[in-house]
Each structure stands twice: as structure tokens, then as C-alpha cells.
């Protein structure tokens, strides 16, 4: 079993609907990561959370500390979202690594 | 201006051959880190330098060599390649910050290894 468990693992949405991903882990956090893997590959972080929510354009995070849990959405999705979602995580006093969930991938139709 | 820049993006090579991934970051960073994305497409950490030091090795075969000539390139070195490494392997960095988590990390575009 991860340490970093998301759900789901695969979704299928089409452009205009409000999308959530969650992200669960077990034991504290020092800070938790949302990147984005595009199909060509490349990796984008999008939120750094250590309490509350954040705000970028269409995409918000929020994590609630108590419950170990973190969510992402995505207002008015658009095809151009269809990518992987990863959630990663930071433990105190472990310097610097990140843990990271398996990721969602997500599609967006027209 | 790429932030962290990785070369080269493919790599194709035989086993046993002895190869290098270069990562360069020009963000002033002080943290810098390789991962290893398996063909699951699941990250793991491999290595951490901070300041040039190497702060994390997460079990990772001593035929895996990063070094670090300064806080701004950590480069991956891998001898006697075996078809099991063939992954994607990306580098990142960020920065230590007293007394808080470390800021965002940025990515590499990453580098496609393929061994044969």
C-alpha cells in the first residue's frame, strides 16, 4: 500500500465539468505538492499547501491537516487539463524528499 | 529561460554501457534532487544534494553516481546499465527555507532511458 494514496485512479470528464481529485496520507506532513505531468512528459508543480486552499486560474487545493487529506479541482474543465495528476508529499525531518501518491490521470472530451 | 534543464531528453543504450545525465538549474537554488518514474509512471526520489552535499540516497544501486561540481549542476552518472533501469528520470531543485518546508520544487523535462 502507498503512502500517498489518490483517487480515482483514471477519469474521464467532459470540458465544462468540475472535477475533484483526492489525495490521502497517514501520518504528518511538513507540506504537500499538486504537479501536473503533461503527455509529453514534462512536470509542472501547481499548488504548495501546508494548511487551507489556494487559488491559481481555474484550479484550487485545499488540504484539511486533521483528516490527512488534500483535494484538487478544476472549475470548467477544459481538453487541454487532460493530463496526470500527482500528489506528493513532504514528512518533518526529512530534509528535503518527496513522497509520491500514483497519480490520477485525468481525460477532458469535447 | 528554462528553469532546470536536463540533458539529454532520449537516451538509447546497450547494457553494460556507462552513461551521464547532466541537470542544470538556473533559479538559484540550493536543493537539487534526481527521480525515477518507472514504466508505471510512479515517482520516486533517488537523490538529494543540498549545497553540493548529498543529503539523500534512497537505496539506489552504487552503480548510480550523482555529483554535484556546484549547487547549480547535478549531473547522474550510471555504470554497467542494465535493462532494468530503463525509466525516466527527471531532476528537480528547490530551495531551504530556515524553519519552513522547502519552496516548490521545479522539474526537469526529463530524460527517456531506454536500455537494450
Known amino acids: 500500500k502507498n503512502e500517498v494514496e489518490q483517487s480515482p485512479q483514471n477519469l474521464t470528464a467532459q470540458e465544462g465539468e468540475f472535477i475533484t481529485i483526492n489525495c490521502s496520507y497517514s501520518v504528518g506532513i511538513s507540506a504537500l505538492h499538486w504537479l501536473q505531468q503533461h503527455p509529453g512528459g514534462g512536470i509542472v508543480s501547481l499548488f504548495m499547501?501546508?494548511?487551507g486552499k489556494k487559488k491559481h486560474g481555474r484550479l484550487i487545493a485545499t488540504i484539511n491537516i486533521q483528516e490527512k487529506h488534500s483535494s484538487l479541482h478544476i472549475t470548467a474543465s477544459h481538453p487541454r487539463d487532460s493530463a496526470v495528476y500527482i500528489c506528493a508529499v513532504r514528512y518533518p525531518g526529512t530534509a528535503s524528499k518527496l513522497t509520491f501518491g500514483t497519480g490520477t490521470r485525468l481525460q477532458v472530451t469535447l | 529561460d528554462t528553469a532546470v534543464s536536463q540533458t539529454p531528453k532520449y537516451l538509447v543504450t546497450q547494457m553494460g554501457n556507462d552513461k551521464s545525465i547532466k541537470c542544470e538549474q538556473n533559479?538559484?537554488?540550493?536543493?537539487m534532487y534526481w527521480y525515477k518514474q518507472d514504466s508505471k509512471k510512479f515517482l520516486k526520489i533517488m537523490f538529494s544534494y543540498n549545497n553540493k552535499e548529498l543529503i539523500i540516497n534512497e537505496t539506489v544501486p552504487n552503480r548510480f553516481s550523482p555529483k554535484s561540481p556546484d549547487k547549480a549542476h547535478l549531473n547522474l552518472h550510471i555504470n554497467s546499465l542494465e535493462l532494468g533501469d530503463s525509466a525516466v528520470y527527471f531532476c528537480a531543485s528547490s530551495q531551504e527555507v530556515v524553519d519552513r518546508p522547502h519552496t516548490e520544487a521545479f522539474f526537469g523535462q526529463g530524460t527517456r532511458l531506454t536500455v537494450v
Open positions: 533559479l538559484g537554488h540550493d536543493t
Open positions: 499547501l501546508s494548511s
